[in-house]
């Protein structure tokens, strides 16, 4: 969840200028925001792209206090806005059976916490607290055991707690590599079951991502080379994508090397990656829009407060 300065930018389509407003304020701080901020629509969109009806792009505010819904594609559309048990949402997760589950990231007010939400419902129907401590990132599995990370404060180390499917106490705690780069900033799955673990970035320094084989409790550091962060996402190949404040890297299935790299000007907080190639982007207080392959976005639109994380519908 790596955020750049506080700006927001408008995207014009194939045109690489920006209009950039500053606000002051950076990461996660700042007074928490309306929730029902009206959505400004895309500025632009590329004709004869057909959005699919079926896909919904979940978005959390991490100091809006909301995950909002919308419909995928080149003309999105506010579907829903939840608030009930997300005071501060940072990840986000949509599950096979269309389950929602997001993390709650500490706050002076808040109880870091994971509920879930049935598909289409506005309040979770069972929130974890058990094990919940200082968290930023949730992933379900195929088998839907779910994974949370947490940081220890006293300590500075990193963890990752295992919930087997419906059980609301972790079963395994693991102790995640941290190389000082701070928080982990994303997870996800390879086509082997894998855990893929994203660290974030210090300035001048590479992210890191490691990897959790199926059953296992070692962590492989895949050793990237200039990984600009660790917000990740997988495409349908393979290819992984790594996010931070210098842009995106691409890397091939079992590369180190970049296969190739493009600016976000405001840093990347979150990423999610439809089948058919099209990029979500979380960039400060808006999402971008990418067509497969594509270094500039097609489309923007403004969300009410910081992305903490993305998710789409399967």
């Known amino acids: 969840m790596n955020i750049g300065d506080s700006q927001r930018v408008a995207v014009q389509l194939g045109i690489s200028a920006l209009v950039v407003l500053a606000a002051g304020c950076s990461g996660s701080a700042g007074a928490p925001l ?32 909301s995950v909002v819904v919308y419909s995928a594609g080149s003309d999105p559309t506010l579907l829903q806005t939840i608030t009930d048990g997300v005071p501060r949402p940072a990840g ?48 379900v599995d195929s088998k839907e ?49 894998a855990l893929l673990v994203g660290e974030g970035t210090e300035e001048g320094t590479s992210g890191a991502v490691f990897r959790l084989p199926p059953g296992s409790q070692t962590f492989t550091n895949l050793g990237l080379q200039k990984a600009p962060g660790g917000v990740i996402a997988l495409d349908a190949a393979g290819n992984l994508y790594v996010g931070g404040n210098a842009g995106i890297a691409v890397y091939a299935p079992n590369s180190t090397k970049r296969l190739r790299h493009f600016i976000v000007p405001l840093g990347v907080s979150a990423l999610a990656i439809a089948p058919d190639g099209e990029l979500y982007v979380g960039s400060f207080e808006s999402v971008l829009e990418y067509a497969p392959h594509a270094k500039n976005p097609k489309i923007s639109f403004d969300i009410p407060g910081h992305v903490g994380g993305l998710a789409l519908s399967h």
């Open 34 to 65: 309306a929730t029902n901020t009206t959505m400004v629509m895309p500025q632009t969109r590329t004709a004869g792209t057909p959005a699919d009806s079926n896909r919904k792009l979940y978005v959390s505010t991490i100091d809006g206090g």
């Open 92 to 139: 986000i997760w949509i599950d096979k059976h269309g389950v929602l589950y997001a993390v709650n990231v500490p706050g002076p007010y808040y109880q870091t916490s994971l509920p879930e939400y049935k598909p289409g419902a506005s309040s979770p129907f069972r929130t974890i607290i058990d094990g919940i401590v200082n968290v930023s990132e949730v992933a």
């Open 145 to 193: 055991s779910v994974y949370v990370t947490g940081l220890n404060t006293a300590t500075g180390d990193l963890f990752l707690e295992i919930y087997p499917k419906h059980q609301l106490a972790p079963a395994e705690t693991l102790t995640i590599p941290n190389v000082g780069l701070g928080g982990v900033d994303g997870l996800a799955f390879d086509s082997t079951g």
